[in-house]
């Protein structure tokens, strides 16, 4: 299995949801490390420490290269002859449920027990592609999108903070 992590206009419920170019085994909410840019038009991703909340779309090996294709094309990236909008990269992912990590050496795959694992949310997803935007966000008009900081009391009064996670999304 292989994977891309969307985090905008590809999603489920936005504009581009059907130009997908087949359909995938499974998509799954999650997340990957990075900067949120926002614009009204689409969303710019760049290297970062905030949690981008999006969705993985999962599809079988011989299937991912097809998908590859068409999403170069919808992000510009590795077009002949155009300078890329977008680079498509490698980037560790995590599951809505917990954190995952390398400790599946499978570099290209998911570590998957069975078939079955579809079915159970939080499988550990190790790497999937994404599109990181090429060009300095902010000189094309976007802005940061900022996580909030809340803070959570356990039973014992004790205050811990965390971001809750950046989501770009189109009204």
Known sequence: MDGVFVYGTLCHGQKRQHQW????VAVVPAWIRGTLYGAPW??????????????????????????????????????????????????????RDFLLDDAHPLPRTYHLQAAAAFEVPG??????????????????GFRQIRGTAVTRRSGLGEATHEKVDVVWWMK
């Open 123 to 140: 499988f550990p997803i190790v790497h999937a592609w994404t599109y990181r935007f090429h060009r300095e966000p902010t000189d094309e």
């Open 42 to 95: 689409y969303p710019a991703l760049k290297t970062g420490e905030d949690c981008v909340a999006g969705q993985c779309w999962l599809y079988r090996d011989l299937d991912i290269e097809t998908v590859l294709v068409r999403l170069d094309q919808i992000e510009v990236t590795n077009q002949p002859g155009v300078p890329n909008e977008y680079d498509r990269v490698r980037v560790p992912v995590h599951s």
């Open 21 to 24: 170019p087949l359909p995938p």
